[in-house]
């Protein structure tokens, strides 16, 4: 069943029933500022150029659609072309939003940024941006996340960011985002939080998207060039679902094209040792949004499971739990072993190594490209390169 | 007219000022946390803010995450505090107002929390992360149930909002002293008696403030503004310095009741 969609937020940031503003009343001023900020600089022809200049020449825009013949062979079905989102400066698809809210920053006249992080990813792309544009840089980052991922935190501290490791809760990328909120909370009139997915209080969810849809309008472009015309299914990983919000909303009206959100089964979907929120969530309130979330009877958040630290997360951005809801996105889960398996599949066959969130996608790709036809173009948002992860993988399957 | 708000009206007619400790639900036990509460003492309190644990309070410093997080992982249950808060009846002497995440609230269902809650003898609620423009569904329920809604007023709130707030706050509003999280400080910001005069301006029936109150001048200063003193941190802080040395029930409930009545001391000196 496909329900009529709202493609942008409407009153309050809903989409459906889910999103709004379900802040402590210390944020709401920052917030509706925000709101009004965005969507002057949304109006203004100079913000846009600077940004798109930005996403050009500093990032590296357009990255290029790669069709992956040899995996394509592998699977003996339709023809997977990747999103090549593991090119852009940083590794990830998260400097376009992280550039994208810098700018707004600055505008603003807030010269200190603060950010949350799980993977790292988010966490470098921000310390990137406020390096580029001379912007203070507070990162927050689980403790447990500090040591899976040694590298981005010192690419962080590198740049000039200033990385708190956070030792309350689970200390994963939940944990970072109550810390950074504390942070803005007493930080408000100086400070810039940059939430880094499709998550939190309106504006964000909207916001983030936008900047991120460059994704799914150049992979869009790219396909009428190479193919002649849509493709038939897109698939990106889901954890907050920034990623796949900026692949999936430029086709969304598209009602053709299959899409597809991946989230992580983690050790298995029966159990509790997953990250799978859409597949096994149900409505709830957490960090600032209506959303579906996964949390027990009483409205405790309920630990979460993944092998990847960007996917490790217990709820998922607003318009998804619409998109999914409404019928519009199908999503499904993939195990943390299908993961490690996809990430060196891909090594092996197309010499790239992807992310192991990205890894994710790949795999739920591996399972359906051979049911699909020959003709059939299968494009996956290849969301970020894995060197980040080869210490960690390497870790659980030998071989360092 | 329930008990919260016959309190704060009898207040009213004497010209009195008054506490309002803050107790975590749960921490270390609800025995416990229903022994603290039938200890506290009623002339100098108008009404205890009751603090329901939840797992990821962005509003709240090291001290009430502190708590929050031994009450949960002692096995906190909501159902649990509402049989104990059924159970203990009328031996509990002041009014309750339940401080509860949306989250928790929204799990249970608007309507069904807030009738149990009421059921158990709670006067109040207030939701320190739902903001007025999203909290139709719990003031029509809530007065349904006659419970009160409480809402905060932050020194960041615009004009506009103010009016809202006050309107929508009976008996009394909850006036941040300061933007940040809950914790003690060691002063009370300069600006705090215009907030204080901005809200009654925007309508508040009664203002009590909250964040940063420790000690018994601070509570003095406070109630030289505003109709009450909340306290949170600094009781907290005790509960987790006896609760870490493994003490509970009687003897954890009469170092809290001490503390309160310290404090309480403000109020007339």
Redesign the interface.
Known sequence: MTQPTTPSATQ?GRFGPFG???????????V?ELERAYDAARADLTFQEELDGLLRDYVGRPSPLYAARRLSEHCGGAQILLKREDLNHTGAHKINNTLGQALLARRMGKRRIIAETGAGQHGVATATACAALGLECVVYMGVEDVRRQALNVYRMRLMGATVIAVE??QRTL?DAI?EA??DW??S??RTHYIIGSVMGPHPFPTMVRDFQSVIGRETREQCRERIGRLPEVVTACVGGGSNAAGIFFPFIDDTGVRLIGVEAAGEGLIGVRHAATISRGR??????M?TI?L?D?????APVHSVSAGLDYPGVGPEHAWWHTSGRVEYVAATDDEALAAFELLSRMEGIIPALETAHAIAHAVKIAGHLPRSAALVVNLSGRGDKDCVEVARLRGGA | MNPLQAEFARRRDRGERALLPFITAGDPDCDTTIEILTRIPPDSCACVELGIPFSDPIADGPVIQASFARALDSGFRVANLLDALRAAGRSIRVPLVAMVSYSIIHRRGVSPFVEQFAAAGVSGVLAPDLVIEEADDLRTAASNSGLSTIFIAAPTTEPDRLQRIAAASDPFVYLQSVAGITGERTGLPPELPAGVQRLRSAGARAVCIGFGISRPEHVRDVCRMADGAIVGSALIRRLNEAAARGERGPSLALQIEAAVRDLATGLTG
């Open positions: 309050r709004g503003q379900y802040v402590p009343e210390v944020l709401m001023a920052a509706r309350s809760g939940k109550n909120m504390r909370m007493g408000v009139g409505p709830g309130v957490l960090h600032g209506m979330v949390q009877d009483d409205g405790q958040t």
